[in-house]
């Protein structure tokens, strides 16, 4: 369900971004909710989520359809309230959310390195699915990556750090990681959204919302595909520094407009959806660089303020 971006006026730097990057209704509403709705309660009226993929093309027919989707996959939740829906983030979407609240939002998470010998009999299955969670194959059944997430059931875990000539793990880290990849991943997140940040401040509420949702798409989806290794394995040009000190540059300067009008139009059953709050805030002074300033641990994603 890929939406046919929309056409706004020539050198329109939004527009340009849209018709590089079509967008999958799925993808872009997993989007809304981890950006605007999960931290300020969870839940929001169907009819906003339908007017925001309006703006990025995607119509009420595929709003619709996807949403029976997520909601079927357990990522969703819905209830009625005379006429109007309202849709919440299901219990089995909080533990992916939360951690990738916590990637795009939050400071750098330290973590160390681990290696794991996989059951012979599940060796591919938890392979695959360790490789997209940042680790390198090194055998069949040996993977090598940051301790980050739980180990796959029935693995053998050998927590270990470095020591000696740590110099060295930037060239371990390229040879057993294809970092390549994702520099250039990197550089073209770069190249697409710098045109935006010199009108990012200007722009109106509803095209400030847009904006800041299809940045926070682009930048999530290079950002998870990465291995996000600890910063001493990393080149000190790595592109992925830049990219999220873009990132956060374009974030807070459209926040301000954003967050007004999503506090003018976004609606759940309790009444509308506040401009910002605390979790909102520390997001804000996290991607300024200043964490400290107001923290929010959850990021908004703990299950106790889901159900507030």
Known sequence: MTAQPRRQGAGNPLA?????????????????YGDVVVPRGGEVWIGNVIETCAAVG???TLVRTAVSRLMAAGQLAGRRTGRRGFYRLGPAAEAEFAA?????????????WRFLVLPEAEAEAQMAALERQGHARLRPQLAFGPDRAPPPEGALVFPTRPE???????AFA???FD????????????ARFAPLLPSASTLPGPEALTARLVLVHAYREVLLRDPRLPVE????DWPGHAARALFGRIYRALSTAADSHIARRFEATG??????????????AALAGDAAAEPAPDQGLARRRLRE
């Not at 340009?16 to 809304?32: D, H, K, N, S």
């Not at 970092?179 to 770069?190: G, K, M, P, S």
Request: glycine share 8%; net charge positive; charged share 15%.
């Open 16 to 32: 340009a971004i849209l018709a590089a990057q079509p967008l999958r209704a799925g993808g872009f509403i997993v989007t809304l």
């Open 58 to 60: 995607i119509s009420e």
């Open 100 to 112: 990738a609240a916590r990637a795009i939002y939050g400071p750098p998470e330290p973590c160390s």
């Open 164 to 170: 000696g000539e740590t110099g060295l793990l930037p």
């Open 174 to 176: 390229a040879a057993a």
């Open 179 to 190: 970092l390549a990849t994702h520099a250039r991943a990197y550089d073209e997140f770069r």
């Open 233 to 236: 394995a990393l080149p000190a």
């Open 271 to 284: 009444g509308p959806l506040p401009a910002t709050n605390a979790v909102t805030r520390a997001r804000l």
